[in-house]
């Protein structure tokens, strides 16, 4: 079947994320393959969906989109058997049904959305079937864009998707043109468009891996389709109504700005976009739940923006309870882990705002956001190397080419130093001894000690 996508518009931006290389010029059925590595890949709607394991991410879909229907009826049944109890009052019985059809439409509404794009629950009982909260989990985000964001909130006098477009406009007030603009972590897409429609770049990129975020993200620009969700506070204020039923807003005006938007599903972490292909960066509310060390992110930013670029983060430092404590940084030690990797910080402030505002309840929560753009230098690498160890501070850094080897090493170690040329990393090195190492050994660990305990040079 033919693809009614938007692939091609964006073909000068994509790689495999496997082993980098360009896909063909034209790309125009639902499954593509790789030229070179023969991964098959797969749209949705229109929407590349380019992950490393390829086309097993929709299997994954489908059976997390199986549990979800499992698990909701599950929950309905068990509502309405509460409901028949013969001791509750009927307002009681009656809120219970109302909680029962909402979550009915709520399945529902989530489950034909993904039937639309060919996409149908499917449970194997032997399948490893991540958790189904993936897919659900973030009900209240895409309320917040294509509905409760738009109320004005009278303690801010203000709406909080324009508190949260607003901020970021402001750095941008200065003139400059962008022609190619990323999102990391662009969710249900209303500031990813938002910044789209102020900028108007020749092409921004939203990249998100949730498939339900970014369906309603492309059914609310590209196709401009209505839609309506329920919701259902089990502590709702008093007297007011516990189910409601929400309508999501396409975008009101200018539409032809909607051709140079572009969902893209993948993972940031395997990212299938080249070297260097944008000049702005915008990372709301991600370097603290990526699920990987700053330090790390700071070499995916590197490789994907341009020298000279721009990189601007939004959102607070609210670490994981899976993050190594080493790992939740604060903003004075990610400023200079910034300076490190040769960016200077143009803008830089903290202010707090209103998350999650429900109309239905009033309620929100008070989230302080860290705001700051940082430039990428023409030439950074000139300026990281006069840090002291930046090359192992951040390991997507060149190692210097005048680090040697002693004579009296071993011959594993000399294999380590035998890569370095002034151009590959830590994380260069690492990928080339992997196979070699038992598989119980991290290799990036291995170089590291290897280069820490054995290096020799007047300046590190």
């Known amino acids: 079947m033919k693809n009614e996508g938007y692939i091609d518009s964006i073909i000068d931006l994509i790689c495999c994320p496997n082993c980098g290389s360009d896909f063909s010029a034209k790309i125009s059925e639902k499954t593509f393959k790789c030229p070179r590595c023969l991964t098959t890949y797969f749209s949705l709607g229109g929407i590349p969906c380019i992950f490393e394991n390829g086309i097993e991410e929709l299997e994954n ?33 009656s809120r219970m049904d109302e909680h029962a059809k909402s979550n009915t439409y709520s399945q529902k509404s989530i489950i034909d959305l993904f039937k639309s794009v060919g996409v149908s629950p499917a449970l194997n009982a032997n399948s490893d079937v991540r958790q189904v909260g993936r897919l659900a989990q973030y009900h209240e985000l895409f309320l917040r864009d294509w509905c409760w964001g738009d109320q ?34 662009s969710g249900a897409g209303r500031l990813s468009w938002d910044i789209h429609e102020h900028l108007q770049p020749k092409a921004t990129v939203a990249l998100d891996m949730n498939p339900l975020l970014s369906l309603i993200a492309d059914k609310m620009i590209k196709k401009l389709s209505p839609m309506k969700f329920s919701e ?81 983060n939004s959102g607070p430092l609210l670490y994981g309870p899976n993050t190594p404590i080493e790992q939740k940084y604060g903003a004075n030690e990610i400023r200079s882990l910034v300076k490190t990797a040769g960016f200077t910080i143009e803008s830089d402030q903290s202010y707090s705002t209103p998350y999650l505002y429900c109309p239905n309840s009033s309620r929100y929560r008070v989230e302080q956001i860290w705001l700051f753009s940082s430039r990428k230098a023409n030439n950074q690498l000139e300026r990281s190397a006069k840090e002291k160890y930046s090359w192992i501070l951040l390991p997507h850094l060149p190692i210097p ?22 151009k590959l990393s830590v994380n260069d090195i690492s990928l080339k001894i992997a196979p070699h190492l038992p598989p119980d050994i991290p290799a990036r660990d291995y170089v590291i000690a290897a280069l820490l305990t054995h290096a020799s040079g007047s300046s590190r």
């Open 61 to 93: 879909w489908r059976q997390q989109l199986g549990l979800l229907q499992q698990q909701g009826q599950k929950s309905i049944d068990g509502i309405r058997s509460i409901s028949k109890l013969p001791y509750l009052v009927d307002e009681t019985k």
């Open 152 to 185: 004005e909130i009278a303690q801010f006098e203000n709406t909080e998707n324009n508190l949260a477009s607003g901020k970021i406009i402001e750095i941008l007030n200065n003139g400059e043109a962008f022609d190619n603009v990323l999102f990391l972590g």
């Open 232 to 312: 259902c506070k089990e502590h709702a204020p008093i007297d007011s109504q516990q189910t409601r039923y929400w309508p999501l807003s396409p975008i009101p005006k200018n539409t032809h700005l909607a051709d140079t938007w572009f969902p893209l599903m993948a993972d940031a972490w395997s990212v299938p976009l080249k070297k260097h292909s944008f000049d702005l960066i915008v990372t709301p509310w991600f370097i603290d739940i990526n699920g990987e060390d700053v330090r790390d992110f700071l070499g995916l930013l590197d490789y994907l923006l341009k020298p000279g670029g721009l990189w601007i």
């Open 401 to 422: 080419a005048h680090i040697q080897c002693p004579a009296s090493a071993s011959r594993e170690v000399h294999s380590v130093f035998a890569f370095i040329d002034g």
